[in-house]
């Protein structure tokens, strides 16, 4: 006999998920905390977490079909190779399985931008809920045009992204003429959806490893409440960036699983509706 685990029990193959999981463990252009080990111990901290939700008394990870697909294999150093090698690999998921709800585990900020930009041609447009304490719609960061701060910035210029943004109490005199594309009323989220959660968006005192931390942030309950809500809608796809864990079993990587929870279960209770 075989003692052995996998890291989730639960797996199905890319062909029949509902959610597929992706790690792209890129911080080339952080200037805060390295990132890079985000996924790993995100992966970690979600295997450990209870399936079984009190409040629906529910289980996602049992009524929803899910695959891990692993890690993006990035290039140090080289962000148009390594976002080459994302866009491969998001055209590769769709092409497989265009059900699938892709969710990529971060990583810098910067992964959102090449995923985004290719769901919104798949789905012929995309609504951007972004959770973040910064705006990250700098026009460039000393001399680099893309950076964990200006991913953003390209995303409010597609003409096939509306970009919403909450959470955010510090940006740059730079980033002021852009603000004013941006929406920030909840209730006019519509259409296709894909929800990014940079972590720093929660306040320093419950998520204190992460890239670039900012004081005077969300609770954890605002925050859920929140990605609940979203992931309630028709939600494509979604990213948690900017897990600066250094170590197995932090604060900022166990709410990040809770944050996956959370999502799991607001798009369990969509997926049953559309059922009845």
């Not at 970690?44 to 993006?72: C, H, M, Q, W, Y």
């Not at 990583?107 to 951007?128: M, W």
């Not at 992204?161 to 955010?168: P, Y």
Request: proline share 6%; net charge negative; with cysteine.
């Amino acid at each position: 006999m075989l003692y052995l685990r996998k890291t989730f029990s639960y797996e199905y193959p890319l062909e029949e998920a509902r959610v597929s999981l992706v790690g792209v463990p890129w911080d080339g252009t952080e200037t805060g905390m390295p990132v890079r080990f985000g996924p790993l111990f995100i992966r970690e901290a979600i295997r450990n977490v209870p399936g079984f939700d009190i409040t629906t008394k529910t289980n996602p990870f049992e009524s929803l079909r899910f695959a891990d697909l692993g890690d993006v294999e990035v290039v140090p150093g080289d962000w148009k190779r390594t976002r080459e090698m994302i866009e491969d690999t998001v055209k590769h998921i769709l092409k497989t399985n265009p059900e699938t709800v892709p969710v990529f585990l971060g990583g810098e900020h910067l992964i959102t931008l090449p995923v985004v930009e290719l769901l919104a041609e798949f789905h012929k447009g995309l609504t951007v809920v972004h959770l973040d304490a910064h705006r990250d719609l700098m026009p460039e960061w000393m001399g680099n045009r893309y950076s964990h701060i200006t991913w953003a910035h390209h995303a409010v210029s597609n003409s096939f992204i509306r970009l919403f943004q909450f959470g955010a109490r510090s940006w740059n005199k730079e980033e002021e003429p852009l603000i004013k594309k941006v929406k920030d009323r909840l209730e006019e989220v519509e259409g296709k959806v894909y929800l990014t959660v940079d972590l720093d968006v929660l306040d320093p005192s419950y998520a204190p490893e992460v890239g670039t931390p900012e004081p005077g942030g969300m609770s954890p309950e605002e925050l859920l409440r929140i990605v609940r809500r979203v992931s309630n809608m028709d939600i494509v796809g979604m990213d948690i960036v900017e897990c600066a864990s250094q170590r197995v079993g932090t604060q900022t990587a166990l709410l990040a699983a809770r944050i996956f929870k959370e999502m799991l279960l607001g798009f369990a209770e969509n997926k049953g509706r559309k059922q009845l």
